[in-house]
């Protein structure tokens, strides 16, 4: 790839048309800056890339994307001849508009993110994945980089087939590097993200079970993340958890290093202190690292950071001011303290999530009540109903005085707890409001709360409803 990319514009339209594999229906003359997929962020110069999903059309969108400033957009060529006719007349008014036609918008998407990270071949390419953690150490990782060079981090959860391309269109000229999580839920999702980004270091935090149901087996999980090394060539680096039971078939075959990390392999640590919900101290290097993330899981994601800075030579005091600075995201282990001390860490839940938050909380001295609300695990497939009861199962050996579980697959977890005789409150409801008004009913001061479910629960809205209270 020899084009440089244009003083102050992303895109020529000729490169989009030519990037993305597609051919002109109309052709403008306004470069892109930015590329969307929603119209409601359209903007002047945007290319409007048009994507049919599940529940809505993003063709259906054109119209709007285009009273919003758009330059160009990107279609799907199925889509484009049923609704050719009633553009045309909006087109004609709008000639600086060029309007590209791909045979699928989204492979036109993928091969233009390629094309312009192509641009870039001094760019240092960071990729983590793993069924938890991957997010968190996205994170740390960034920051900790970003105090060495111009860093360019993936936001929120722009780690799929669709946002992983647009994470690509935040690296510019300024960057370094980049630090980029990379997620799947269905067979065959990582040879595309890999080929997109091709990462020159890969972190696999774990194989855990999240989307069995898509997946198959925690094998089927393993040998779809190890596809993130796929397009190794000998001179890139993978980093792989210790104690990973699939660490050998994540290993073998691999053209690259492989680095182990963890309390034994991550070079100069020296233990930890646990400070409960304010944290670890972390001992690496003679140095004292005050980190403030909670739980034996969170200290697991630190290592792999430290372990990679310090591959890349990173300074000791770099590496401590990065994971010293780290704050929680939104719905990942937050703790929001106040009469009622909140664990919220809503934003995902797979069954390896609760084990990591259930035994720290059994290792957690508190003077007050702990209180649950646990929301339902989604894309579990088969393994759904026995994976709740094993959720049922482990709360019910936790010292939770009350458990208010939210959710259709929850039932599962309800029946165990009561198989098991828990003994404190137990409630199991799928509607919102009751859940609401029996947890706001039940707090007292100086309870610990956990708010812990998968994403579609929602269960963030759950603070609303008790700040009424």
């Known amino acids: ?51 049919a999903g599940q529940r809505v059309d993003g063709h259906d969108f054109i119209p709007q994307a285009l009273q919003q400033g758009a330059a160009a957009v990107l279609v799907t060529g199925e889509q484009w001849q049923r609704r050719r006719q009633r553009l045309e007349s909006l087109l004609r008014a709008k000639p600086w508009v060029s309007v590209i036609v791909a ?23 960071i990729g983590v994945t793993g069924s938890s953690g991957k997010t968190t150490t996205k994170e740390i990782l960034g920051g900790i980089i970003a105090l060495d060079r111009p860093t360019v981090v993936s936001q929120g959860n722009l780690n799929s087939e669709i946002g992983l391309p647009l994470s690509c269109f935040l690296v510019g000229r300024e960057h370094r590097a980049a630090v980029f999580e990379l997620a799947v839920n269905h ?17 696999i935090t774990n194989i855990g079970t999240a989307h069995i149901g898509f997946l198959g087996s925690r094998e089927g999980i393993a040998r779809e993340k190890k596809k993130i090394l796929g397009h190794f060539e000998g001179s890139q ?23 182990r990390f963890g309390p034994r392999h991550t ?7 646990d400070l409960g919900l304010d944290g670890t101290i972390i001992h690496w290097e003679g140095l004292r690292i005050r980190f403030p993330l909670f739980g034996p899981h969170n200290l697991r994601n630190a290592l792999a950071s430290i372990s990679v800075s310090a591959e890349l030579g990173i300074s000791k005091e770099n590496i401590k ?27 995902n839940a797979n069954p390896e999530s609760f084990i ?19 929301g339902s695990m989604k894309e579990l497939g088969q393994q759904g109903a026995q994976a709740h009861r094993q959720i ?62 998968s994403r579609a629960a929602e269960l963030e809205r759950l603070l609303p409803e008790l700040d009424e209270g």
């Open 187 to 203: 067979p065959g999702e990582m040879d595309v993200l890999a080929d997109i980004y091709r990462p020159d270091i890969a972190v």
């Open 1 to 51: 790839m020899t084009d440089t990319v244009l003083g102050g514009a992303l895109l020529s339209p000729e490169q989009a048309c030519r990037y993305s594999g597609g051919r002109f229906a109309f052709r403008g003359e306004r470069d892109i800056r930015t590329v969307v997929i929603d119209s409601r962020q359209a903007q002047e110069g945007s290319l409007f890339v048009a994507l």
């Open 356 to 374: 990591q938050v259930f035994e720290f909380l059994s290792s957690l001295p508190w003077p007050g009540r702990k209180i649950g609300v646990l």
């Open 103 to 125: 045979d699928d918008s989204l492979v036109g998407l993928q091969n233009l993110a390629k094309a312009h990270l192509a641009r870039f071949p001094e760019l240092l390419r």
């Open 267 to 273: 070079r100069g640590y020296g233990g930890s202190e």
């Open 392 to 453: 049922g199962a482990l709360a019910s050996s936790c010292d939770f005085q009350a458990l208010f579980l939210f959710g259709e697959e929850m039932e599962e977890a309800w029946r165990e707890l009561r198989r098991r005789s828990f003994e404190g409150t137990l409630s199991w409801m799928t509607d919102f409001q009751s859940l609401g008004s029996a947890v706001r009913s039940y707090l007292r001061e100086g309870d610990l709360l956990l708010i812990k479910g």
């Open 237 to 259: 680096k993978a980093f792989i958890y210790e104690e990973e039971e699939y660490g050998q078939l994540l290993s073998e075959e691999v053209r690259g290093e492989i680095i």
């Open 321 to 347: 001011q990065g994971l010293e600075n780290v704050r929680p995201l939104f719905g990942r282990s937050q703790i929001i303290r106040g009469p009622v001390t909140i664990i919220q860490d809503c934003y």
